[in-house]
């Protein structure tokens, strides 16, 4: 995430953080297909600005808050279910951006 704080100050966390998250999909995707190991992975990240949080999730990873005891779910997993099977819709290096 070094590439992040590297963005410049100008740039929203929506810019910034797609920005980033597309050089490491597009990184991933280049390596699995060049060398076929199949290099997904799943993805959530928090960050807070201000009194902002932005939250960001790829795959089946899950972003939670917990508060008195209380689990709450804030994102969906990215899942497709056919046929009594679950699979990854979505994953860094799943596809070419």
């Not at 280049?30 to 959530?44: H, I, M, N, V």
Request: proline share 1%; net charge neutral.
């Amino acid at each position: 995430m070094q590439d992040y704080f590297s963005t410049p100050d100008s740039w929203s966390v929506k810019q910034s953080s797609a920005r980033v998250l597309n050089a490491l999909n597009s990184w991933l995707h280049r390596q699995q297909a060049a060398e076929q190991t199949g290099l997904l992975t799943t993805f959530s990240a928090a960050i807070i600005k201000s009194a902002t949080l932005f939250t960001f999730h790829i795959g089946d990873s899950r972003i939670c808050h917990i508060r008195n005891g209380r689990l709450e779910q804030l994102s969906e997993d990215h899942q497709h279910c056919e046929q009594q099977h679950t699979y990854l819709a979505r994953a860094l290096g799943l596809t070419h951006t």
